[in-house]
């Protein structure tokens, strides 16, 4: 059974950093495409960044300079590297693999407010 675990998220300040992380299970990271997603209540969830089984990265233009999505094969977990958030970027962040889309984690809450 696939199961994703995503943490990190949390209260920031404009500005700030945070790094999540996407445990993954019953799956093997390096053999799909990965991606994060987020959605706000009442929204569509969104795709903010993605890393191909080749490693070519691409992103959400609201997110463009802003994020980057490392993957550590070793450790079976992609992270999402978020730099100079701002209070739009508010919202509740998954991973999953795009093209399988396996059943979603809970997500982990990322809050940007002053």
């Known amino acids: 059974q696939v199961q994703f675990v995503e943490s990190g998220g949390g209260l920031v300040q404009p500005g700030g950093s945070l790094r999540l992380s996407c445990a993954a299970s019953?799956?093997?990271?390096?053999?799909?495409?990965m991606a994060w997603y987020r959605q706000v209540p009442g929204e569509q969830r969104d795709l903010v960044a993605r890393?191909?089984?080749?490693?070519?990265?691409d992103y959400a233009d609201s997110v463009k300079g802003r994020f980057t999505i490392p993957r550590d094969n070793a450790k079976n977990t992609v992270y999402l590297q978020m730099n100079s958030l701002k209070p739009e970027d508010t919202a509740v962040y998954h991973c999953?693999?795009?093209?399988?889309?396996?059943?979603w984690g809970q997500g982990t809450q990322v809050t940007v407010s002053s």
């Open positions: 019953g799956m093997i990271v390096r053999n799909y495409h």
């Open positions: 890393v191909t089984i080749t490693g070519t990265r």
């Open positions: 999953n693999a795009p093209t399988r889309l396996f059943d």
